[in-house]
């Protein structure tokens, strides 16, 4: 089992006047921890499951290219960009960006979004639930097409972009993987089937039913299921002191048994470096073995 570090909350004890200093700190600690990944959720508001929304919050993709700077090995994605905020254009172009220059270390994470309250208040369409699919099928058409050879227009129900240009290309070979987040059953699941490397999971009861119907899905799409990397979101505490790193790699172990192959999510005092010292010399090495 491998283990990825999200981080969803920016408001420490030092204030904003020390958060790149103590983010860097952050990220180079969990990188030289040995953490697979490291995410930032892709929000302009925080949201009511991390906090008040007040609280702050940073713009992912600038966020991500900064950690990049003060890491060298861990993969570096949103867990996930809705795909509102964006033109499909400068998501790919951010994402070739970083990964260009994380030395193709960069992953799209993205999903069909859900935050109204955000979008409404910052003046972002939010459009109904199935045009919102709608976009997220074409963005991933668009965004795939740009990372292939040539550059030849896209048109589409919802854009119509005359030459698909993008140099310098990513240098993930043969592309940056896509990871596509949600459990929904009817679409979400069958475009993880369709057309990503990845999916994001909650570790919910259902999460065995929602890995079943991935699977009937990939059958129908002629897709094989064992391509596909299955993450779930699951907060990663052990504790201040290390204390519930046993119950944590009992839970790693029964979800690798249900086929996950990483855990993703939030590490409670993240921003103190012995917490994640300790996942480098008693939870990682431990996980890797599972």
Known sequence: MKLGLQI???TWPNGASALGADLAAVVRTADN?????IAVMDHFFQIGGVGPVENDMLEAYTTLGFIAAHTERA????????VLYRHPGLLAKAITTLDVLSG????????????EDESRGLGFPFPPVAERFELLEENLQYVLQMWAD??????????????????????????????????GEKKTLRLVAKYADQC?????????????????????EGRDYDSI??????????????????????????????????????????????????????????????
């Open 33 to 37: 921890a040995g953490f697979d990944s």
């Open 150 to 183: 040539g550059d030849e227009p896209f048109k589409s129900k919802h854009f119509d972009a005359s030459r698909l240009l993008n140099v310098p290309q990513a240098l993930s070979d043969p592309r940056p993987p896509i990871m596509i987040g949600g459990g």
């Open 200 to 220: 994001n999971l909650f570790n919910s009861p259902e999460l065995e039913h929602k890995l079943d119907v991935l699977k009937q899905h990939c059958e129908n």
């Open 104 to 115: 193709g270390r960069a992953i799209l994470g993205i999903g069909a979004g859900w935050n």
């Open 8 to 10: 969803p909350d920016f």
């Open 229 to 290: 990397t299955k993450t779930v979101y699951h907060i990663l505490d052990i504790g201040e002191n290390g204390e519930k790193s046993g119950e944590l790699l009992q839970e790693l172990e029964r979800l690798h048994g249900l086929g996950i192959d990483v855990a993703l999510g939030m590490v409670p005092h993240v921003h103190k470096p012995a917490v994640l010292e300790k996942f480098g010399t008693d939870v990682i090495p431990a996980a890797e073995k599972i």
């Open 75 to 82: 993969k570096l994605l949103t867990v996930v960009t809705g």
